[in-house]
């Protein structure tokens, strides 16, 4: 039976494979079926599945769905990856990425966003996520090292844990910026020379707060 945002859900997909280039089929069939609408407040619901970020509690967005897209493309997981989440704010993206991959470490820093988080996880039978509220810019090191590292909100520089906390061949996907109102999306991949970034044009984060990111 089909629900009320199968169409609407749909036309996501549609624009994400033919507006924005989304190559990753795995990503799209995801997103196909896990309901955004149910990560929003009762009155954006009908929302949920416009091209656009969304007001969540404590000051903080749920990601366009484009976006969402790119940074889980970008870091290229496969079914035994091991990555790590910073800002999981409704628990929408740590949800993409719990089906792609083996197992997801998310950091919130907000309790209330941590705590309705936790009860859609439970909820949905999601069970290969650890959630914790607390600072993400110090990344989690007791899980470390991570096959890919994900960070949904916007830093003036790369924090020093996550790149010390990322695997060889492993992706941080960030976004960077020396103001808190735009960034650059940024890739960096550890290779045995080093650091590899790149860069995958302009974008619009809530600020990372924390000792390594906006005070």
């Known amino acids: 039976m089909l629900d009320e945002y199968e169409i609407p859900r749909q036309r996501m997909i549609q624009r994400l494979r033919e507006h924005y280039k989304i190559k ?13 609408h149910l990560f929003l407040p009762t ?16 000051n903080q967005t749920i990601s366009q769905p484009y976006i969402v897209a790119k940074m889980t493309e970008l870091l290229e997981l496969s079914h035994g990856s091991r990555i790590l989440e910073i800002g999981a704010g409704s628990g929408y993206q740590t949800a993409i990425l719990s089906q792609i991959a083996r197992s997801v470490y998310a950091i919130e820093r907000v309790p209330q966003l941590a705590a309705e988080a936790q009860e859609r996880f439970q909820k949905f039978g999601i069970h290969n996520v650890v959630l914790r509220c607390g600072d993400g810019t110090l990344g989690w090191n007791i899980y470390a090292p991570f096959d890919g590292i994900l960070v949904a909100a916007g830093g003036p520089i790369i924090p020093e844990p996550l790149l010390a906390q990322l695997k060889l061949y492993g992706k941080l996907v960030i976004p960077i910026g020396q103001d808190t109102q735009s960034q650059r999306l940024i890739r960096v991949t550890r290779t045995e020379k080093g650091f590899m970034t ?18």
Request: negative net charge; charged residues 20%; hydrophobic residues 45%.
């Open 198 to 215: 790149e860069d995958f044009g302009g974008c619009a984060f809530v600020p990372l707060i924390g000792e390594h990111g906006w005070k």
């Open 43 to 58: 009155a954006l619901k009908s929302q949920a599945y416009a091209d656009n970020a969304l007001p969540i509690a404590g």
């Open 24 to 36: 990753d089929e795995q990503v799209l069939s995801v997103m196909n079926a896990i309901p955004r």
